[in-house]
């Protein structure tokens, strides 16, 4: 059985930084992906890490604020999360990605709140 267990959320000034983690068992997925949901918006993928290839991806809206990274030794992905802006506000969970789709999951977890504000 496949689980993620998100921690690391809070509230953070604009500007912040926080990292989350999201500890994982069972993964058959090569990549694990970042999503989010926004208050009253559908969820969107932030970042992904794929275990098979080189690069991480990251959406347009957080690249070169958001830096994933995997322990592999810990079964732990990270979110380092710097500039946060109050659009950054949203539940973040990891899921694992359904083939080599970036917004079909069939694995999440119950996510952690990240809220920017002054």
């Known amino acids: 059985e496949v689980q993620f267990v998100e921690s690391g959320g809070g509230m953070v000034r604009p500007g912040g930084s926080l990292r989350l983690s999201c500890t994982f068992s069972?993964?058959?997925?090569?990549?694990i992906v970042w999503v989010r949901r926004p208050p009253g918006k559908g969820p969107e993928w932030v970042s992904a890490y794929d275990t098979s290839g080189p690069y991480p991806y990251y959406a347009d809206s957080v690249r070169g604020r958001f830096t994933i990274s995997i322990n592999n030794a810990k079964n732990t992905l990270y979110l380092q999360m710097n500039n946060l802006k109050p659009e950054d506000t949203a539940l973040y969970y990891c899921?694992?990605?359904?083939?080599?789709?970036?917004?079909?999951?069939?694995?999440w977890g119950q996510g952690t709140q990240v809220t920017v504000s002054s």
């Open positions: 069972g993964l058959s997925s090569s990549t």
């Open positions: 899921a694992s990605a359904r083939g080599a789709s970036l917004t079909d999951y069939d694995y």
